[in-house]
């Protein structure tokens, strides 16, 4: 299981085997099944994920008892409440268990102190959030443009394998369409 | 000028007057007049800009000729196509003054070249990139859920000045609202 994070990170920065057994030290591994909470609105964030198998999806119901997709979660990706979990505020968001999922969990302390020791693993994680923020600027682009076909390709990019791991209301719900557009975006692409 | 700057980085991380003058050794002032184009859709993108006066608007627009803002960028904020910067891309949006700007450009180089000489500033830049994550998934969110109150109060928050220093056509564009539902929004709230 550590060699995904091992792999990940090589793909950003260079360890040696010593200093990554060292960060993986501060990592706890964390099992949950399919449906479990990870992190619910309200609760304190202490914690990221590291997703090692399964799929994790980050969302929101608003007062219309209406979901909202923000993320989903797959191996090798990060998840959080990163506003609650940067700010030490209470999580605004909640995530949730789509399979059974196996994670990383890597605590706020925990990252501090390696990006404290560690300016290899400051730079690590400088350039992951670069990524995520880029990522995110994206989205919001095609969200405004309302692009609902950009926004399903790039969705599909990223995550070839979404399409059949995720059910078809949650991919609808994360692009903002009903389950009928998203068919025809589906059968569009093939 | 160069003290703006000075303060900005002191809200994160801690340097002594001479780690910023090197720092600042790395920037390059720039003017720009009202109106003048920083970055075009296209074009390569090797700066961002740390603004020092005046206002710019980040923008798209769509095949329809609809313009859609992405970020306004006001002194001691940061601005770039950070998706063409960090992968070395062509600019998907463009970036001009709503007013004539003060700036202070640092290179993709040089901003690499800084973060590997001083973890310090590796960490300013993680830290800073943090924030800028958060914000955009916060916008994301208030986009999905259609709640233009709260992402006109978000705007306001960030910038109190900005209803006054920015034309109300852009602040819609913004919030993707008519200037009319921007009208109450601005009367509701005061």
């Known amino acids: 299981m550590a060699a995904q994070l091992q792999e990940h990170i090589a793909k950003t920065v260079s360890l040696t085997n010593e200093q990554f057994a060292y ?16 992190i619910s609105e309200g609760s304190r964030v202490e914690e990221e994920y590291f ?17 909202y997709i923000l993320q989903f979660a797959m191996p090798t990706w990060w998840t959080s409440d ?14 949730d268990c789509i399979t059974d999922a196996e994670v990383l969990a890597l605590s706020n302390d925990n990252r501090e102190k390696l990006c404290a020791e ?11 959030t670069n990524k995520g923020y880029v990522a995110s600027q994206r989205r919001l682009l095609s969200l405004m443009n309302n692009d609902t076909r950009k926004r399903y390709e790039e969705l599909m990019d990223q995550y070839p394998a979404l399409y059949n791991m995720v ?6 719900a994360y692009l903002g369409v009903s389950r009928e557009t998203l068919s025809r975006l589906y059968n569009g692409s093939k």
Not at 82 to 95: E, Q, V
Not at 167 to 172: C, D, N, Q, V
């Open 82 to 95: 990163y506003h609650a979990l940067y700010s030490h505020d209470k999580a605004t968001i909640n995530i």
């Open 23 to 38: 960060v993986l030290s501060h990592f706890t591994p964390r099992s949950f099944k399919k449906g479990q909470v990870i």
């Open 51 to 67: 997703v090692l198998s399964g799929c994790t999806k980050a969302f929101y119901i608003n007062d219309e008892t209406k979901m």
């Open 118 to 128: 560690m300016h290899v693993m400051e730079r690590f994680f400088r350039l992951r």
């Open 167 to 172: 059910p078809k209301h949650l991919i609808a």
